[in-house]
Nanobody, 115 residues
């Protein structure tokens, strides 16, 4: 059974940093594309960042230079380091894993950026 468990969300002030983690099980982590998506109220879910195994990160324009995706294949964990957070980054952040055929999702973690 595939499980993606996110952690690290919370309420922070603008300009702050936050790191999200996603622990995966039940997948061949080394082979899968791992990514982070987010969904703000009333908006569609959108890609934040994704990473192929052994590759560099691919980012949405809105987060380039502020967010960094990384993965630890030994721990089956993917991270999203978020810096210089803005109110418009407020959303539920979802971990995603794609094996070329199936998409898997975590339950999401809320990130709220407000003063």
């Amino acid at each position: 059974q595939v499980q993606l468990v996110e952690s690290g969300g919370g309420l922070v002030q603008p300009g702050s940093s936050l790191r999200l983690s996603c622990a995966a099980s039940g997948i061949i982590f080394n082979s899968n594309v791992m990514g982070w998506y987010r969904q703000a109220p009333g908006k569609q879910r959108e890609l934040v960042a994704k990473m192929y195994s052994g590759g560099s990160g691919i980012y949405a324009d809105s987060v380039k230079g502020r967010f960094t995706i990384s993965r630890d294949n030994a721990k089956n964990t993917v991270y999203l380091q978020m810096s210089s957070l803005r109110p418009e980054d407020t959303a539920v952040y979802y971990c995603n894993s794609w094996d070329g055929l199936n998409n898997y999702w975590g339950q999401g973690t809320q990130v709220t950026v407000a003063s």
